[in-house]
């Protein structure tokens, strides 16, 4: 598929041992692939996703260090955050507060390969976890079989920025000249974090969860209409379904999107929900 190539042309050029280069795609074909999807570039507004609050912006001088994991097949061919279609076989990412999209490098300080990505999603919001890399990604830079690594995220300014106009249409703002200063590595014990387990369910608390699943629960309905009405416009994040509830005598039609194996990955389409404006949904297990 001719978008396909397009997008996933970008990471490629940039998969090598110990150095990386940041050439690739100029920012109008890169956008018309995108727009082909669906894509829209958007910053968003904060939210709130476990207790905790984000708030997305634009910083061109970001820079960290951290742990990153991987996404698959839950999420394959559906919208990403800024509408884009999830494809695990390209190359692209998921992050909390960057810019939709946006081209980061990242490096896995483990093995010393880098690889340029194009974040188009939110997430990740498991502790300790940066950002959140496709499967094909997560599979160059050498870790899709442990599930996690240590790695660097740099935001790269001036294609973030060419991107951007030739989405928005707007100029193209200068880059400085000046080099960017990186965060330098904290040494931390990287042992204490519990490593992504693919055969093993994450719960919010951190701990492994019984077997069940995850859900997110958009809305409760006494009519059944308004209950099909609302599953029909969210069946763009996933399974939407419609399950019935006798609750102290009364029937109740729930909207909910799933079922989803990990706690982490209801908890990305929950961000998603949100920001389609649906405030009040919410993860439920069972």
């Known amino acids: ?15 090598l041992s110990g150095c990386a280069s940041t050439s690739g795609p100029d920012g109008y074909s890169q956008a018309a692939a995108i727009s082909g999807t669906g894509g829209t570039y958007k910053v968003g507004n904060p939210y709130k996703i476990m207790g ?5 912006a634009e910083d061109y001088d970001y820079s960290e260090v951290g742990i990153a994991s991987w996404y698959g097949s839950d999420f394959h061919n559906k919208k990403t955050a800024n509408g884009e279609i999830y494809d695990m076989n390209t190359l692209t990412a998921a992050h909390r507060t960057l810019p939709l999209p946006s081209i980061v490098k990242v490096t896995n300080l483990e093995n010393g390969r880098s690889l340029v990505l194009r974040v188009n ?3 990740p919001y498991a502790k300790n976890r940066i950002i959140d890399i496709s499967k094909r990604g997560a599979q160059l830079l050498g ?3 442990k599930g996690t ?3 660097r995220v740099e935001l790269l300014e001036k294609e973030s920025k060419e991107l951007k106009a030739a989405l928005t249409g707007e100029k193209v703002e200068p880059v400085k000249v000046a080099a ?21 369910p994450y719960n919010a608390a951190g701990g492994v969860a019984a077997e069940k ?6 809305g409760s309905f006494v009519k059944h209409d308004a209950a099909e009405e609302l599953s029909s416009k969210l069946s763009k994040f996933g399974n939407a379904n419609v399950a019935k509830a006798d609750v102290d005598g009364n029937r109740f039609y729930r909207v909910r999107i799933g079922p989803f194996s990990y706690a982490e990955e209801a908890e990305v389409t929950l961000a998603k929900v949100k920001n389609f404006g ?6 439920v297990q069972d």
């Open 180 to 200: 960017k200063k990186t965060t330098p590595i904290k040494k931390m014990e990287f042992s204490e974090f519990e490593p992504l387990r693919l055969d093993n």
């Open 1 to 15: 598929m001719k978008l396909r190539s397009n997008i996933a042309v970008l990471g490629m050029l940039a998969l």
């Open 149 to 151: 690594a240590k790695v």
């Open 143 to 145: 870790f899709q079989t």
């Open 121 to 123: 999603d939110r997430g």
């Open 278 to 283: 649906i405030y009040n949904a919410k993860v």
């Open 52 to 56: 905790k609050t984000y708030y997305p």
């Open 213 to 218: 699943n995850y859900f997110v629960q958009a």
